[in-house]
């Protein structure tokens, strides 16, 4: 069983910070890429930034230059600093972990999501 659980979620005025975690636990042998994910309100989910294993990254050009991915292998643990918030960042933030599994499978793992609200 893995389990994906992420944290950090808050309400924030325009140009504040906010720091999400996500960490993978269960039966892991290794975790492969993870990143962070979004839902607005009435819009489809997308990719903000992702980290494979290697620590190269990948970000939403609507967040390059604000928002920072970093990990911790030995954790499973996945962040993202998020600076001069903008109000068009409120979504739920949802980790995607890859995890090599008790079945020595790589399969994905989705978290419940985790609340960020910006306001003006």
Same mark, same amino acid.
Request: hydrophobic share 30%; charged share 20%.
């Given at each position: +069983? ?10 924030? +005025?325009? @140009? ?9 636990? @269960?039966?892991? $042998?290794? &975790?492969? *890429? ?17 980290? *494979? ?8 050009? &609507?967040?390059? @230059?604000? $928002? =920072? ?5 030995? #954790?499973? =643990?996945? !962040?993202? +600093? ?7 960042? =409120? ?10 599994? $008790?079945? !020595?499978?790589?399969?994905? !793992?989705?978290? #419940?999501? =985790? +609340?960020? *609200?910006?306001?003006?």
């Amino acid at each position: +069983q893995v389990r994906v659980v992420e944290s950090g979620g808050d309400l924030v +005025q325009a @140009g504040g910070s906010l720091r999400l975690s996500c960490a993978a636990s @269960g039966s892991i $042998f290794s &975790s492969g *890429t993870m990143g962070w994910y979004r839902q607005a309100p009435g819009k489809q989910r997308e990719l903000v930034a992702d980290n *494979t294993r290697a620590a190269n990254t990948n970000y939403s050009d &609507s967040v390059k @230059g604000r $928002f =920072t991915i970093s990990r911790d292998n030995a #954790q499973n =643990t996945v !962040y993202l +600093q998020m600076n001069s918030l903008k109000p068009e960042d =409120t979504a739920v933030y949802s980790c995607k972990a890859e995890v090599l599994n $008790f079945y !020595y499978r790589w399969e994905d !793992y989705w978290g #419940q999501g =985790t +609340q960020v *609200t910006v306001s003006s």
